[in-house]
């Protein structure tokens, strides 16, 4: 289904304009992927895993007080520490793994192969959790490793393609919207999947993994069915080096070597790295509090499992209507400037969060719904804002490093508050001691001079930053 690559690619000039179906297209992937993100990640593998592992240490099926272990390369490992593990594993093998994708996808004639390679790879994965049956937890976990990185390695590709969708003053809209629609898609599947748990007999521990193996199951599935659009409507827009290669370069050893010349001249770029570091800071305290909010529910206000699956629904319907309305915002005061108020937002988040009190869900699902309107945009407005810092030709290799900043970091947030809590013995103040990531990350993003950054990366700046 690939394109010939045209003359227009053979340099740095504006390519054609893309048209609405392409467009369309691209926004399609936000909701083929969220659904891994929202019924996988957060809902249902963690519990899924965890239970599959703690029978393999002979432990019985729901029970709480398991303490057997499991030998994974015959390394002893706690039952209940395996998902964790699997998580920081996957993690340190996604920061080596996401800057080569890029380099590769720069180097690429085609890269809507290598986005259909990664994303059925991932979706692929996910599908044969079907198999994870009885003790089978090393199985499960294979998969897990092969889609979650799989997910980041597609994700880089995809993104890759948003500098050529749109000029300066449109990014920010595309991004937008296909962040509003992955949370959609994603939020209408996990409702699905919460009710088919609801409704079908979960009356046993046998059950309730059952039905949690088919529900990651149909996030596969609706991953692979959904990639098929942006396959076909998008365009191949190879990068000019690409087009120098030609089709009988070798993609692979390019883009290793390009990947080393650019971690050496990266230093060329000093302002764009300066935004990475913000967007590091307080992206971590964003992705501790989507982590741990259920975690504070539970533990410290004392809700019952029914409150937190209609506050998760809340988030990812509202996030809709965030991520579109900050855009709007950001069509008339900047990106740059509404990524900022996102930010003061998200302190009066975590500020109305330790005042909560215990055991009134009302208040907890108004917070939720808060969170859901701040988060959607802040996310989208920060992929389309870093688009305008990126060399052009560069776009898989610098959105590898972002993917790296997004995911590969993630355990800053939960450390610190781990150790307050290990300190004081309070999620509550655990809780408050995040304020330190959006504090910095703000000071940090307000010092960058974004105008002159645009600029310094051989880019148009946008009418309105």
Do not use: H
């Not at 003790?135 to 948003?162: C, E, K, Q, T």
């Amino acid at each position: 289904m690939a394109e010939t690559a045209t003359p227009a690619a053979q340099d740095d000039t504006p390519q054609p304009a893309s048209t609405r179906r392409e467009r369309t297209g691209w926004y399609f992937y936000d909701w083929a992927n969220s659904a891994f993100q929202t019924t996988v990640i957060t809902v249902f593998l963690g519990p899924f895993l965890t239970s599959v592992a703690k029978m393999a240490a002979g432990c019985q099926l729901g029970a709480d007080d398991c303490s057997g272990y499991v030998y994974p390369l015959g390394i002893k490992v706690a039952a209940g520490s395996y998902y964790p593990y699997l998580i920081s594993l996957s993690v340190l093998l996604t920061v080596f793994v996401l800057p080569v994708i890029g380099a590769i996808a720069d180097r690429s004639l085609y890269k809507k192969r290598l986005l259909a390679a990664t994303a059925f790879t991932g979706a692929g994965a996910t599908i044969g959790m079907l198999f994870v049956t009885g003790d089978r937890y090393l199985l499960g976990g294979a998969l897990f490793m092969i889609a979650n990185i799989s997910f980041g390695a597609a994700i880089v590709v995809y993104n890759s393609f948003l500098p050529q969708l749109g000029g300066p003053d449109e990014r920010d809209g595309i991004s937008s919207r296909g962040w509003a629609l992955g949370y959609l898609g994603g939020g209408l599947l996990l409702a699905f999947n919460l009710v088919a748990v609801q409704s079908f007999d979960n009356s046993t521990p046998e059950r309730t993994l059952d039905l949690a193996r088919w529900s990651i199951v149909s996030a596969g599935v609706w991953w692979a069915v959904f990639t098929l659009v942006p396959l076909r409507w998008l365009r191949e827009r190879p990068t000019a080096a690409a087009v120098a290669a030609g089709p009988g370069g070798n993609v692979l050893t390019d883009g290793f070597r390009q990947l080393g010349r650019t971690l050496r001249e990266i230093k060329a770029y000093p302002l764009t790295l300066f935004f990475l570091l913000a967007f590091l800071v307080y992206n971590d305290g964003i992705q501790t509090v989507i982590t741990l909010a259920s975690q504070y529910g539970t533990e410290e206000l004392r809700l019952d499992q029914s409150t937190l699956i209609v506050t998760i629904l809340l988030v990812q319907f509202l996030a809709f209507g965030g991520a579109l309305g900050l855009g709007w915002l950001a069509g008339r005061i900047g990106a740059w400037k509404t990524i900022l108020l996102s930010l003061v937002l998200w302190t009066a988040v975590i500020l109305g969060a330790f005042r909560l009190p215990a055991e009134a869900p009302l208040p907890f699902m108004v917070l939720g719904a808060a969170i859901g309107l701040v988060l959607g945009g802040s996310q989208a407005l920060s992929r389309s804002l870093f688009s305008q810092l990126i060399p052009a030709g560069k776009e898989g290799e610098y959105y590898g490093f972002y993917e790296i900043s997004d995911k590969g970091t993630s355990w800053l947030g939960p450390l610190a508050f781990g150790l307050v809590f290990q300190l004081t013995n309070s999620y509550r103040v655990g809780l408050v001691s995040l304020l330190i990531f959006f504090v910095v990350g703000f000071l940090l993003l307000l010092a960058v001079p974004i105008r002159r950054a645009i600029v310094a990366a051989g880019n148009t700046p946008p009418r309105v930053l």
